[in-house]
């Protein structure tokens, strides 16, 4: 016997409730009984229109990983595709979307994080004008039907067995990573292929790609056409944190640059903004952060010249010229892929390319070598050698 929502197979887990069977792994999604009462909503029998619009034009390597990606769907192959910060990830989609949804397929969009759900959301019904594009999750589970679904991967409960398409952006970020009940949940949502969208593929993933048999495809380059930020490492005893914050806010000030600066926990992130707050036009966004939205809002629009950051905004976000600084970037807490999210914030807007990114840590450590390498790797797979 296997739960047909998240593939659990012990029968520990099985429970039998008054109406039918229950399956206690995950429960706390949908208390739906998994055999007898569950029904499934009929799909809108019409096929919408998905013609889309794009505010720019792909760049040819980009048109050309999207039409790999089209021609893999089209036979029904799952893809993984392996690009860098900044790349254009959600666009190399738009024509499976088209494709899926035209020819009466359902297509399905997951992410980690419910900011970057309505942050992507948003786009997609801008670009697809004529599509219906619903984001479902926390404070938005009214509606959750709809052409095109934008989701939380902890929203996939819902959807069991409907996708012939799911795009799994960034599946080797917390909470999805590491986490079996939501991954066995993301898998039984999709009947037919999935795309992994992601600029650092985890173990997790490679796995999974291989034993799904997907297709790896790589885009290394920016529609810029800059590369990316290479961080410059700093080296300094831990003592001399807050004067490295100090000289770095005061060299950014004289540059008349903006920055993110990085901070390994929730306490050292609140006491920079708290420290520095008065000086300069500071805020802080972590876990803890009761308005994110606008803090994010306040500095996306340059009300606030500095923002101090945990690793919750490591994804997803774009800023338009800004610098990124790390600060004690040996912390365990910062893997080498967090390090290149991080650093991926730096020129990701392609009238903005330039900005820095710099780590402060006190001792070597493993993860950054790794981050500068694959960051020099891939730059140079996408420029050639010289562009470091
Ligand atoms: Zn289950």
Known sequence: MECPRCGNK???????????????????????????????????????????????????????????????????????????????KTELVYPVIKYQLESGKKVGFAISRRQVVLQIAKRLSKDFPALKVIPVCEGFTDETEGDLIICTTHQLYRYTGRFDTLILD??????????????????RACRGNIIYLTATPDAWLRKKGSEKNAETVYLNERPGRNPLAVPKVYYLPGMLMPAAVYLYLR?????????????????????CAKVFGKLYRMD???????DKDRVIKDFAEGRIRYLCASSILERGVTFSAIDVAVFRSDHPVFDYASLVQMTGRVGRDPAHPEGTGIFFCAKRSEEVDKCISVIRKANEDAYGAGNN
């Open 170 to 187: 960034e599946p080797d970020a917390f909470p999805f990573k590491g986490n079996e009940v939501l991954q066995g949940i993301a898998e």
């Open 10 to 88: 012990d029968p520990e887990w099985f429970y039998p409730g008054s109406k039918g069977l229950y399956c206690r792994k995950c429960i706390k999604f949908s208390r739906i009984l998994l055999y007898g009462e569950t029904e499934i909503p009929k799909d809108a029998p019409d096929v919408p229109d998905a013609q889309y619009e794009l505010s720019f034009e792909l760049t040819k390597k980009q048109a050309e990983t999207a039409g790999k990606i089209l021609d893999c769907t089209k036979s029904g192959k799952s893809v993984l595709v392996n690009a860098v910060c900044g790349a254009g």
């Open 284 to 290: 802080s966004i972590t876990s803890h952060t009761k």
């Open 251 to 271: 060299k950014s000030l004289r540059n008349r640059r903006r920055a993110i600066l990085f901070f390994p926990t929730v306490k050292e992130t609140e006491r």
